[in-house]
């Protein structure tokens, strides 16, 4: 990388190679790039920086030749930049390569792994150890609202990564995390994802097996050890470590305990105890007892790591969660628009829950788009309508890209909405953006909490839905595209 100026990054709009761009920008780089389509936050951070980038994909946007092409992991053959590369031999990396050579070097590597919570605990820590002086190198799936962004460059011996269990390009189908070498790894959660590249729960768990053997013997793996449903998989994948596995929940019998929560005075409050001695006591503005669990994870890592109780307590009452977290869009005529990324029935319940502590004398609306390739999927089909039936009124938006799956695999709303009503809630299915809006504002009453949830844009369905309301609208950003 020493010869290296100019890198030109395939795909530069997603949630972790905007970051990327920013990352290396701030290295020294000179850096382009290029997307089908570049929308915030990743368009407002490379406005922000001066980093151009074309709109599409074309062959001429690699003349002159870059040094380096870094290639996103949605990007396949057949990309026009991607056959360029290939057929001049300019040399390219992923982006997992890059942080693994550019930035990882020298730092203790702090992953946080796991289905649920990973994006939220990453950015928890990455607050906990700026407000402690450690200046840490990081990077956050989402936009952490202390920092502005999702990612920080500094000069303290740390660096935060998200471990993403996804593939990591085109010609490396392992997940992102095996390149990120973790010294403390924390494993939050352990349930089937990621339908579209692992055919089942054993593949999915062996991933995470092999991401602990990667762990060293003076290292340390976090897990959370007290759900039914992911405990036993995850002491089995923490049975692979040669390093201490250290186990945090809410049951006794693990080493670190969080008790007593509850969502008192806009924050949740709780106690630590380690060993069955009290650590502390907490507030946190994050909304549910999944935050608790977050932040319980993130304690155990700092506090390995000699940051002292009293800067835990003071950096946790302070952090302020990452965007589309229980993200409040607006309120008008007494009814609250509320957005969160939540995409997997687990969190689709986690959320409900967390909104009803949150906003107790609301009717809860749960409002879901089947976007995820694994929500677009059948596999979830009999466990969603539990978790949405957790709400007073339900909506569905249509299968995203249905076309591409075939009805034997696809998802039908028709069929969740018939089991949410079984279970004895009222709840509709409406396709498209637009006709969601409209549904929703002539159904909607005062004192309704319209709870928003898609690991997308919903077709715009917030701004739209603000609109159709009478809230006022802000004025849209220009991109910066060549």
């Not at 992911?230 to 670190?256: D, K, M, Q």
């Not at 009124?393 to 018939?418: C, I, W």
Request: hydrophobic share 40%; with cysteine.
């Amino acid at each position: 990388m020493t010869q290296v100026k100019h890198i030109h990054i395939i795909g530069i709009g997603g949630s972790a190679m905007a970051p990327l761009a920013g990352m290396l920008r701030e290295q020294g780089f000179h850096v382009t790039g290029s997307d089908s389509g570049v929308y915030p936050p990743g368009s407002t951070l490379l406005d922000s920086l001066g980093i151009s980038y074309f709109p599409s994909f074309e062959a001429a946007h690699l003349t002159p030749a870059p040094d380096l092409v870094i290639v996103a992991n949605i990007i396949a053959r057949g990309n026009p930049e991607l056959e360029e590369t290939l057929e001049r031999k300019i040399p390219y990396r992923s982006m997992p390569e890059i942080l693994e050579e550019v930035f990882l070097p020298g730092k203790h590597s702090v992953v946080v792994s796991g289905t649920h919570g990973k994006t939220t605990t990453t950015a928890m820590l990455a607050w906990i150890f700026y407000s402690a002086g450690k200046q840490p190198t990081f990077l956050v799936g989402g936009v952490a609202e202390n920092f502005g962004k999702s990612y920080g460059l500094g000069q303290g011996t740390e660096m935060i990564l998200e471990g993403d269990e996804y593939e990591t390009a085109f010609w490396d189908r392992g997940p992102k995390f095996f390149h990120y070498h973790p010294d403390d790894l924390i494993i939050t959660s352990l349930e089937y994802d990621h339908a579209d590249i692992y055919p089942d729960f054993e593949t999915y768990q062996l991933a995470f097996k092999r991401l602990v053997n990667l762990a060293p013997r003076n290292g340390r793996v976090v897990i959370w050890g007290d759900t039914e449903k992911s405990g036993p998989a995850l002491r089995e994948a923490a049975a692979r470590a040669f390093c201490p596995v250290i186990t945090y929940g809410f049951c006794s019998e693990n080493e670190w305990v969080a008790s007593e929560p509850e969502f008192a005075s806009d924050a949740m409050r709780f106690r630590i105890t380690h060993a069955g001695q009290l650590f502390g006591e907490f507030s946190l503005t994050a909304s549910g007892r999944h935050n608790v669990l977050n932040a319980l994870a993130a304690v155990i890592v700092a506090q390995g790591r000699g940051i002292p109780v009293e800067s835990l307590q003071k950096s946790l009452a302070s952090f302020r969660s990452v965007r589309r977290r229980l993200d409040v869009k607006g309120e008008h005529h007494g009814i609250l628009v509320v957005d969160d990324f939540a995409h997997h029935p687990t969190a689709v319940r986690a959320t409900i829950e967390a909104a009803r502590g949150r906003w107790p004398n609301h009717r809860l609306w749960a409002i879901l788009e089947p976007r995820s390739n694994s929500m677009r999927r059948k596999v979830f089909q009999e466990s969603l309508p539990q978790a949405l039936a957790l709400a007073d009124r339900v909506a569905l938006g249509g299968v995203f890209r249905a076309q591409q799956l075939g009805d034997e695999n696809r998802l039908d709303p028709e069929t969740v909405a018939a089991s949410v009503r079984s279970l004895g809630k009222e709840a509709n299915v409406i396709s498209g953006g637009e006709a969601m809006a409209e549904f929703l504002a002539s159904n909607a009453k005062p004192n309704d909490l319209l709870l928003i949830m898609s690991n997308g844009s919903f077709d715009g369905l917030c701004e739209r839905l603000l609109k159709k309301l009478g809230a006022p609208q802000p004025a849209p950003a220009e991109a910066n595209s060549r």
